[in-house]
């Protein structure tokens, strides 16, 4: 019975904030029909208010983005994987968009139990590293914890066998970061990258470091850190040659549309506020072998931690 | 003729799948010599025996299949290790990493942080060391709830012999650990690895 009041409350208090939350939030996302919409968080199971504060600002967001996935990039519970942990760091923040069948896909994190693959709500069939398909998007989920031989052959005869136009990677730690804490993981990188541009992956997301940051195309590829939708390093971001855009002041997530050869994210924080954005163009190469994409634009409501780049083809 | 190479072909190809593939899938690149091949497959012998041991230990419990039910994957996972700990009470450091074996390791794992990746390598393996908060583990304790994994360097996953799906080698400190990732629990260890 308490647990049912709790669950009732809490999603009246996110309700209410939803209503107040509503005109804060500006959404840029075209919303083209057949178009494949989903969100990023990463680092974000801490149970604490920040995390719910973000779970209601994607509750806004979904108001006017009905996003169908939500990708999870690890670190989805701290600090154990008792049956309370995944009720108070995942199943009560994210209640309405698991209610409203929101499915959420996620990779394994260093806090993260392995077992944590079994938990269906996860998406991972008792897998640590899976692949799945939405729309003309292919999703390479991995497990960059334990990156072993059997993986890498796995995901080089995945990438090969992909028939989609976009090709999306995702797994916890970041082959570039600039964050301090952590920063790029550049063994991880020796190995991944060559296969990432083989076989023409666009899009590459990561968490581990507690910040937001787009790094500037690397090898043709884009990397993004999204890994403060929970756990924040305030200032953590030291912006180098490698920061495209990037944010340490607040927590934050990402939407992402893809509608055809355009893939279109937006970032917001945890008070409302754009604080990135842009649209990335697939470019077919006339050989076919892989498609390489060129971004444009970046604006927010933080025009100073944002940039504009348009990429020549 | 032409009929006789194709089936000479077939049978080659026969051979090779299955005497040689199954030895190469056991671990991650060819061992250097003879006395190398020798040290990893009585590893993997071993390993292979631990895994068979633990495939029936698990088969006497409800099968864990994906569940929104969190009491029934941790009610698993316990279990798992419980019955697994009382089938190798009598379990000793060493039992899979035999002398012979953890000279072998111990020699690759020094290369590897002596050599131009070290640094890599004991960057990657710092992060979020579970040693600055966790006393020393043994063989049969359970990894603790809460603390966090080291990433096992991936240049070195490419120099060990390869683990099956149920095991995963896990640094702890400077020590190296053999654990099953479902039951959480040390299989075995090899003291002071790193250098």
Same mark, same amino acid.
């Given at each position: 019975m308490s647990h049912m009041r709790r669950s009732a409350f809490v999603s009246c208090v996110a309700l209410a904030a939803i209503g107040l939350s509503l005109c804060a939030q #500006?959404?840029?996302?075209?919303? %083209?029909?057949?178009?494949?919409?989903?969100?990023?968080? !990463?680092?974000?199971?801490? !149970?604490? %208010?920040?995390?719910?504060?973000?779970? #209601?600002?994607m509750i806004v967001a979904r108001q006017k983005f009905p996003f169908e996935f939500v990708v999870a990039l690890g670190d989805n519970l701290y600090g154990g994987s008792a049956p309370s942990d995944y009720e108070s760091k995942f199943e009560q923040p994210y209640k309405l968009l698991l209610d409203a069948g929101v499915n959420f896909y996620a990779v394994l994190g260093n806090h993260d139990s392995p077992n944590e693959r079994f938990y269906k709500p996860f998406n991972m069939n008792g897998q640590k590293y899976y692949t799945y398909k939405k729309g003309n998007v292919r999703f390479f989920a991995l497990d960059s914890n334990y990156m072993n031989p059997q993986q890498l052959s796995w995901l080089e005869t995945e990438l090969q066998n992909s028939g989609s136009d976009w090709k999306i990677c995702y797994f916890h730690h970041p082959l570039y970061s600039s964050g301090a804490f952590h920063g790029s993981s550049i063994e991880l990188r020796h190995m991944l990258e060559p296969l990432f541009v083989k076989y023409g992956v666009q899009v590459v997301l990561a968490g581990h470091d507690h910040v937001y940051e787009r790094v500037k195309p690397q090898k043709g590829i884009y990397y993004f850190t999204e890994g403060a939708s929970g756990s924040l390093r305030k200032g953590n971001l030291r912006k180098k040659d490698l920061t495209e855009a990037g944010y340490d002041q607040d927590r934050s997530f990402m939407l992402v549309e893809i509608a055809g050869d355009e893939l279109y994210f937006q970032t917001i924080s945890r008070k409302g506020l754009t604080i990135d954005s842009g649209v990335i163009r697939r470019v077919v190469k006339i050989s076919g072998a892989a498609s390489w994409p060129a971004l444009r634009s970046g604006h927010g409501d933080l025009p100073d931690r944002t940039a504009v780049n348009a990429i020549a083809f | 003729m032409k009929r006789r190479i194709r089936v000479t072909c077939l049978l080659i190809g026969f051979f090779l799948f299955a005497f040689v593939a199954p030895g190469f899938t056991g671990q991650s690149r060819a061992p250097r010599d003879k006395? +190398?091949?020798? /040290?990893?497959?009585?590893?993997? /012998?071993?390993v292979q025996e631990y895994v068979k041991m633990q495939k029936d230990m698990e088969a006497s419990l409800p099968t864990l299949k994906p569940t929104k039910d969190v009491e029934q994957i941790v009610?698993?996972?316990?279990?798992?290790?419980?019955?697994?700990a009382d089938a190798r009470r009598a379990a000793r450091q060493g039992d899979i990493f035999t002398h012979e074996v953890a000279e072998r390791f111990r020699k690759i794992i020094r290369s590897e942080f002596h050599g131009a990746e070290g640094r890599l390598a004991r960057q990657t393996i710092r992060q979020d060391d579970p040693s600055k908060v966790i006393a020393r583990l043994h063989v049969n304790d359970v990894f603790p709830e809460g603390i966090p994994?080291? =990433? =096992?360097?991936?240049?070195?996953?490419?120099?060990?012999? +390869?683990?099956?799906? +149920?095991?995963?080698?896990?640094?702890?400190g400077r020590d190296l650990t053999l654990i099953d990732i479902q039951a959480r629990l040390i299989v075995d260890l090899i003291p002071n690895v790193i250098p």
């Open positions: #500006e959404l840029t996302l075209p919303l %083209k029909p057949d178009s494949v919409r989903f969100a990023v968080i !990463g680092d974000m199971g801490t !149970g604490e %208010k920040p995390q719910y504060e973000v779970a #209601e600002q | 006395e +190398e091949a020798r /040290d990893f497959k009585i590893f993997t /012998d071993r009610e698993h996972q316990r279990a798992l290790a419980g019955k697994i994994l080291t =990433t =096992t360097p991936p240049t070195l996953l490419l120099k060990l012999p +390869e683990l099956p799906l +149920e095991l995963a080698y896990r640094f702890v």
